[in-house]
């Protein structure tokens, strides 16, 4: 029996929608469309299926299909919206201070330094904002208005006003990763991503992967402008020669039939009582928020909190990669859906319930 548990990889649940879209696979016909040479930002019909997935899932109005580029998942898609940073001579991007460890990944490996903003219960604050872009004279800002990874938190709505208000007086280009509205709106109000808010200085970075599975590597990114998209379709050209086009067809038909929405009820259902069930085993040492992928155990020593949990065979992410090489994680991230087996991810919490009484 495996008795290394996974808690520090943010996965969905995936074995009933695996079943699912087997039953609906062994269906699906393949036609000539997808065997033709793919178009660089995505055929007409899965930007289409896309822009619909946007509005009835994460608070979008209405979408423009022209305006999105399809990408080889949700990073691939922050990979290209940082591309016009990465061409400026010493580049800066503001970003939170506990951030995704991926943004800090790809700023990195394209030579830009990233530089850190405060926040607090509510996110990014915009006082900070303001007072880093001045320090810096940043103008490219990367924020998580919504399930943020990895504290969980999600933007009120006045701090969302507030933060865009901010971006409008110093002229701050806005890059919005936003992978976790479906699960945080499903079957509630949405509050509007900032590609609503503000969306002439917006680059939302989005995917299906924490809905479907990230092995189906299929993100987008919503431009404000057609001239942005068009520079994101030519890169993909130059860099891939276009993405697949077969499963982005698949995933634009669920997206069209109500495939896709059925599998997101169904994670949606498995992460409300996962997180149920990390509060009633670590109590109030955890922070959840609604159908959320991850929850947050707010530590003054993370990095030994990680290397004890490590020692007794529990997997976590503590910091280290969300924030500036120089500091201290402030706490760690559990994953609650990489783990396939109730049993075993209860059994995972048990044991940090048992390492945070140390």
């Given at each position: ?175 919005e990763g936003d992978v976790y509205a479906p699960l945080a709106w499903h079957g509630r109000d949405a509050l509007p991503p900032f590609s609503v808010i503000a969306p002439g200085r917006t680059v939302h970075a ?44 698949r995933v634009a038909r669920w997206m069209e039939d109500g495939t896709a929405e059925a599998c997101l009820r169904g994670v949606v259902e498995t992460m409300t009582r996962r997180a149920a069930m990390a509060r ?79």
């Open positions: 029996m495996d008795t290394t548990y996974n808690l520090a990889v943010n996965l969905p649940p995936r074995r009933a929608v695996a079943a699912l879209l087997g039953e609906t696979l062994s269906t699906v016909e393949v036609t000539v469309d997808d065997l033709a040479y793919p178009d660089p930002a995505g055929a007409p019909r899965v930007r289409l299926a896309i822009a619909g997935w946007l509005q009835r899932t994460g608070g979008h109005g209405p979408v423009d299909p022209a305006l999105l580029t399809l990408t080889n998942g949700a990073r691939h898609a922050l990979a290209l919206a940082l591309r016009p940073l990465a061409r400026m001579p010493e580049a800066a991007l503001l970003v939170e201070a506990q951030t995704y460890q991926g943004i800090r990944a790809l700023a990195q490996a394209m030579d830009i330094r990233c530089v850190d903003v405060a926040t607090d219960e509510h996110g990014m604050r915009p006082d900070a904002l303001l007072e880093a872009s001045r320090g810096t004279r940043a103008r490219t800002v990367y924020v998580q208005p919504t399930l943020h990874n990895p504290t969980t938190a999600t933007m009120p709505f006045s701090r969302r006003m507030e933060i865009a208000t901010v971006a409008e007086q110093i002229g701050l280009t806005l890059i989005g995917g299906i992967g924490k809905i479907l599975g990230p092995g189906l590597r299929m993100g987008w990114l919503l431009h404000p402008d057609a001239a942005m998209q068009a520079d994101s379709a030519t890169a993909i050209e130059r860099e891939l020669d276009g993405l697949p086009a077969w499963w982005p067809n009633r085993v670590l109590g109030g040492a955890v922070v959840t928020a609604g159908a959320g992928l991850h929850a947050w155990v707010p530590h003054r020593d993370a990095d030994d909190l990680e290397k004890r949990l490590l020692g007794r065979g529990v997997r976590v992410a503590a910091g280290k990669g969300f924030v500036a090489a120089a500091e201290s994680a402030q706490g760690v991230r559990l994953a609650l859906g990489a783990e396939d087996s109730t049993e075993r991810l209860e059994a995972a919490l048990g044991i940090v319930a048992r390492e945070l009484e140390n």
